[in-house]
């Protein structure tokens, strides 16, 4: 055991002692028996032995390990000495551990969506499908490109299509009609991502064919909640809208799909579809090898095919295909805002660091003694460094300590409400504690405590000896370098809290204006919830338009609603758009006249949202399959494609060529309606058409109800959760037993639309406070010191007749000098950095005269009250006292 | 410090080197040391005298550099300690040959004749 070298060392020591004497006694006993006297004895036994204090040592060294000592002996003395000044100890590693802590919360955030790899295997080789145009590239895809797509195995193993289970899938058959999510795959869906199965198999390619017979997967946790886990399910049948389907396979527990779903079903494609609807997203495996940019370019030869086979109209001219990396596109646009966050964040850790490195230069100042006395007793340089280094160590891993458990319960709160971040899971469950960040604030904590360190170790250690010694006790008086690195560091906290606050302010303005923005519809005491129409009843328009009305009639015989619509896009939750015709005009440049917002709705639908007519009339319940074909087009579609025509005197065509789905004739405008933010309110409002649900085409219903449910819009006189009971009933009568699902109201919807931005605005909020804070905090620091050590200076000013409001005047002068520089530097900052800002501004500019005259003012208002008082106390200085003190 | 003097014919060698470095000086004296306790348990005293005498005072221990390597070939577990009373009735620590200790030695003293013989060979051409 090498380990028994170094244990029980001062034991051993004393054992080694005695051993000594007893060795020296023998050698006495030998001499004495030569006949020499005691005293000769014993001298002659210590030559002989040598020098046992040395041995002794040399023993004692040889027990030991020389930098751990060092690094003990260094620690003990940082913890003694941070314990006899708690006040500053405690301060120094909040300030540490708030600074760690929200770049440990916002790092965990960015780890979870940014650095961690898709969990399937080999992530790397996963792309997703896109279409390209001049304004970039989107996914979503029909049937005659995921043949193309899956056509490619030159470069793809394997392509499949997915779903975000839009219409949602109800389980019937038992007690509790349960609306779940059903995403519809296709065969090579479960091989591409690797899937884990846990029981049975997954879809066979006849399965996935038309006509494959009712099947469906089912998800780890529909297994565990509705079938208990059982073993025996696979084989067993499940009821989805009233049919029964055999369930053959279950997929394993950690199988994560952004959008979580509960079954699978085959999308059971006619690959010899013409259909050219866009309604679902299509992933790629690429073949071992085979690189990004190989993969584009067979796509454009993919490309030229489609369109010659779809013909011209079926992708514009400047559109294409191209893959980009699946985790790339689940990113999405969230890269940038975290990246703003993480920045911020690593602005208020400089400022913990630079108000802690002020700290310690205080403490420094006061220890010049100290130090200097060391380095007369021998201290080398580095021996003082490395002293005052290990002292900083420990308080940045402390705070570190603290900041990961402020960060930990920092994320909870700020995931609350992120807005759709994506891969963060069901309120951020996806983020947690893992090896990075563990490493990451480690890293930082080690970062920031050499950081801070350093710089006042440095100063300190070139202490000038016989000056220092020779000058009376630690009142010394703040040497010019570390006056002047101290007001460096100030000017630079108050900069950096400059640019965070003006990021801020920007944000808050941002968040303002987008409140209000007039949505164009009704949020208040409006409730929505969603209907999954997608069984075989509902393949056909009358039966759905037979529910709509049904549902209506009870619905409004229930007291307290006041009016009911239906549609098949909720406003602000996503829509379909497609291109149109106006007849009779001449064809400009593209294929179409245009293109715009669709959207089947009842003939309440406007009643409900109070969204208001402009011109013409409003559908009835009598345009149904049998009465006329009618549109109704918003305003902004209006004034794009009506400039000074009559809408109210055309027709329209929808959809032309687009398929059987949508084979239909053209449609009467006879109404115009207010314009609603559809995309959110801060983006434009954009043209729509409304068309009655009761007088869809046959086919394009059954199309309808597969990616989309029937939403209910329900506005009523008091809270409507509280209506949420007899509405249900009564929808469940009306439908034949469907349930509903997604129960929310217009005002959770819209605030769901603004949700990011709030999170923004909060967090930068935030932060620039705890930012403002830290830097009021190092300027009262910073001139408290100075008053303090200016004391004599002062008395002696008093003494020769200056008034107190001079004196004051005078620390408030030369403090305020200092924040004049740092606003001055941050407002070059911010000039700069908020360009990063853009994207996520509404209404404000990035370089907003209000952010950037308001906030250096409320800032230099701060900074003002953090220095009024030593400035206050430089005049309550007495002169006799403060001249007697040295 | 470890040194050792070696008296050949009226020669004096002083080696002296730093224990780390001089492995040769240090496993030896380690091999002499286990080599006197075959005999059985001896105290430091004891074992200091009995390499001198041995060597027919051809090797002078400094008694005190005895006592780091006592400790070291105790912590390798090659010899145990206990404390006990002496011949002349002093309390004195005892080392006693471990099992450990005795294959080292072996080993130890297969190495050495080894080293030795191949010297001798190389001294014996060189001085014929």
Redesign the interface.
Known sequence: ??L??FTDRSR?DE??A???E??L???Q??NAARGLSPREARRQAYV?????R??RE??WR?RSLPWVEDLWRDLRFALRGLGKTPGFTIIAVLVIAVGIGVNTAVFSVVNTVLLKPLTYPDPQSLVELRNTGPQGSFPGANIPKFNNWHQQAKIFQQAAAYDFGGAGLNITGGDHPEQVQGVHVSADYFAMLGAPVVAGRTFTTAEDSPHGGHVTVLSYGLWKSRFGGDPHVVGSTIQLDGQSYLIVGVIGRNFVTDTPADLWVPFQFDLTSQDMAHYFTVAARLRPGVTLSQANAQLRLAADEYRRIYGKDSLPPNGGFAVVSLQEAMIGDTRSPLLVLLGSVGFVLLIACANVANLLLARASVRKREFATRAALGAGRGQIIRQLLTESLTLSLAGGLLGLILGFLGVRFLLINPGDIPRIGEDGSAVSLDIHVLLFTLGISLLTGILFGLIPAISASRPDLALTLNENGSRSGIGFRSGRLRSALVVSEMALTLVLVIGAALLIRTFVKLQAVDPGFATHNVLSMAMSVSGDRFQKTAPVAQVVRDGTDRMLAIPGVVDVGVTNCLPMAGGFSVPFDILGRPMGNGPFTGGAGFSSISWRYFNALKIPLVRGRSFTEQDDGAAPGVVMINEAMARQYWPKGDPLRDRIQIAPGAGPAFAEGPRQVVGIVGDTHDRGPGQDTFPIMYIPIAQMPDLETALNSRVAPLWWIIRSQVDPHMLAAPITAALRDASGGLPVAHIRTMDEIEARNTARQRFNMLLLTVFGTAGLLMAAIGIYGVMSYSVQQRTQELGIRMALGAQASNLRNMVIRQGMALVLIGVLVGIGGAFWLTRFLAGFLFGVKTLDPVAFLATPMLLSAVALLSIWIPAKRATRVDPMTALRVE | MLSIVIRVEGMIVVLKRPPEAGEILQGTLDMLILRTLVTGPA????IA?VIESTSENALEV????L??AL??LE?R?WVSSEWGA?E?N????FYRLTNKGRKELSAASGRWRRMTRAIGLILGESLE
């Open positions: 055991m090498w028994r070298r051993k054992d080694f005695e051993e000594i007893s060795h006694a023998h050698e006993d030998v002989r032995f040598g020098n046992p040395a041995t040399r023993v040889y | 105290h430091g005293h004891t005298r400094e008694q005190g550099s006592y780091p400790h070291r912590d577990g002496s002349n002093r309390r004195a620590k």
